[in-house]
């Protein structure tokens, strides 16, 4: 199986009364916390584990039974969360299809029915950077992130540009991907962003404690993404004042059941957050946005893709990352926001010959 980094893992299960669930997970080799804590994973790496110890959970088994299935796969496999997900995620469009409900409503209800979108700057040149980010606010959305923490001047400077530009009513975002090497360089840094009005900084450096020392030190919010994974990484992050949001994922918890989980420790210790994700297609975007409407914390614009066909596909940016998907309807931007899927399950169909156009391996 070709396995080229990006690659994301679909995967199709059917109950005998014909049903069928979709999930996805859009594992990465170089993504997980500080010190290995967590390491990355591919798609095949999530295939393996899939056919050697998780399908063999879920044969069998009610779509329903999701709280036992995610104990018996942690049972015989630790770690391997992304694996998880995608058969978490399909269990979950399976048990909505099963009671003609949305996953929100499985996870316990809907606070909103739209998830504002926050329009996510790649690494690239300033003067592109600032052009896209016009246009995606042309477009309608309300929040800019920037990928950040290559170079502090460069960092810096496209965060002054974009507030020139966009004025003062735009929420921009700094993302650094722990691209800071000392917590007083990413201090630094932060706080002359703070002279542009950012949001918050993101993930500056990757150690916790590292996180708190910036933290201490900035006005702005500090955001944890990739120290953020589980209930207890949120209790470390509360005891060392080390952040007070973060990103949280359907992904990196094991799927839809434990990100709850991950919600609910987290509204405890009086924390909000985001809903983040890896630039899903539909299927996965379809899980992070039934999350966002599910978690009563998850009220901040979120990196949720716009995930649009070819044949529906204009040219637009905004929420825009791919020029086709494998879903049957494309998504849309309203105003600023993406709308949560309503039908049962997902809400979303696959297109199963755009699966098949795409794929680079079959099971
Ligand atoms: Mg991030």
């Known amino acids: 199986m070709d396995d080229p980094i990006g690659s994301h893992l679909i995967v199709k299960l059917e109950t005998d009364d014909g049903l069928v669930g979709w999930g996805e997970t859009p594992p990465t080799p170089t993504w997980g916390g500080a010190h290995m804590k967590y390491y990355g994973e591919t798609a095949r790496t999530a295939n393996d584990m899939i056919e050697d110890y998780f399908a063999s959970i879920v044969e069998g088994q009610s779509p329903l039974d999701i709280g036992p299935i995610h104990d018996e796969m942690d049972s015989v496999a630790k770690g391997h969360p992304y694996a998880k997900a995608a058969i978490d995620i399909a269990l979950h ?16 209800g809907s606070y909103r029915d739209r998830i504002p979108v926050a329009h996510s700057l790649g690494i690239m040149d300033n003067d592109r950077a600032v052009a896209e980010a016009e246009q995606a606010v042309e477009e309608g959305v309300e929040t800019i992130k920037v990928k950040a923490g290559l170079d502090a001047e460069r960092d810096v400077d496209l ?15 700094v993302d650094a991907n722990e691209g800071y090497e000392l917590p007083s360089e990413a201090a630094r840094i932060t706080r002359q962003m703070e002279e542009y009005d950012i949001a918050y900084m993101e993930q500056p450096v990757d ?22 994974w589980t209930p207890q990484d949120i209790l470390d992050l509360d005891r060392h004042d080390a952040a007070e949001i973060f990103s949280l ?5 094991g799927g839809l059941h434990r990100a709850k989980e991950v919600g ?6 009086g924390m909000r957050c985001d809903i983040g994700g890896s630039i899903e297609m539909g299927v996965g975007n379809a899980a992070n946005l039934h999350l966002g409407a599910a978690v009563p914390i998850a ?8 995930n649009v066909r070819a044949e529906d596909y204009d040219d637009q940016v905004a929420g825009i990352y791919y020029e086709d998907d494998i879903v049957a309807e ?5 105003g600023p ?4 899927p309503e039908g049962p399950g997902l809400g979303v169909e696959v297109d199963e010959e755009k699966l098949e156009q795409y794929s680079i391996d079959q099971h």
């Open 93 to 108: 469009d399976l048990a909505g299809k099963r009671v003609d409900e949305p996953v929100h409503d499985l996870l316990g």
């Open 159 to 173: 965060i002054r540009r974009l507030r020139e530009t966009l004025g003062p009513d735009i929420a921009i975002r």
């Open 207 to 228: 150690d916790t404690r590292q996180m708190a020392k910036v933290a201490e030190n900035v006005e702005k919010p500090i955001m944890a993404d990739e120290g953020a």
């Open 249 to 253: 994922y359907v992904t990196k918890p």
């Open 264 to 269: 609910v420790v987290a509204e405890a210790v």
């Open 299 to 306: 009220g901040m614009a979120s990196v949720s893709p716009v």
């Open 330 to 334: 494309s998504f849309t931007l309203e």
């Open 337 to 340: 926001d993406v709308l949560v």
